[in-house]
């Protein structure tokens, strides 16, 4: 189980991942703020959750600090939420306002306890699309990833 990103059209990204866990164990870890800090972002990095109100129209905000001290805040808005197979957001790095993107996840559950995992995210540019993927992401995906399979395979809170 590995995760893969490809280019989409001209704009947009799509990433993939199949998980060892059902459709509600995914969301559940996903969805909890106190779970986010355990598997989001780089591993160098300390996630704090600022805001997280998984509902249309509710905002979130991660913000990440470096081993020098430096914070990157990242934010956006649930436009659309239906627990535990779809979730749209949008996407915005601060020092990049203009450049945020909208991803639509889908959960889909494959049976045998297994889920793929689908994120589609659109970039307003060519060149912002271009940019993430030069960035590293996709190896940062692959990690992140890694660790939110080790919280999912873990007991539930539920």
Avoid: K
């Avoid at 600022?50 to 990157?72: A, I, K, Q, S, Y």
């Avoid at 307003?124 to 890694?146: C, F, I, V």
Wanted: glycine share 12%; aromatic share 6%.
């Amino acid at each position: 189980m590995t995760t893969s990103v490809a280019r989409v059209g001209d704009r947009a990204l799509r990433v993939e991942r199949v998980f060892d866990g059902t459709p509600e164990r995914v969301w559940e870890v996903m969805t909890d703020p106190a779970l986010i800090p355990q598997w989001w972002g780089p591993a160098h990095h300390d996630p704090t959750v600022v805001e997280m109100d998984v509902c249309p129209g509710g905002r979130w905000r991660v913000e990440l600090t470096g081993g020098n001290g430096t914070v990157f805040g990242f934010s956006g808005e649930y436009l659309e939420v239906v627990a535990p197979h779809r979730l749209v957001q949008t996407f915005v790095f601060d020092p990049f306002p203009d450049a945020g993107t909208t991803e639509s996840l889908v959960l889909e559950d494959t049976g045998g306890g297994c889920t793929v995992l689908r994120v589609d995210i659109m970039h307003p540019t060519p060149e912002g699309r271009d940019q993430q993927l030069a960035s590293g992401m996709e190896q940062g995906m692959r990690a992140t990833h890694d660790r939110l399979q080790a919280l999912v395979a873990g007991p539930s809170r539920a």
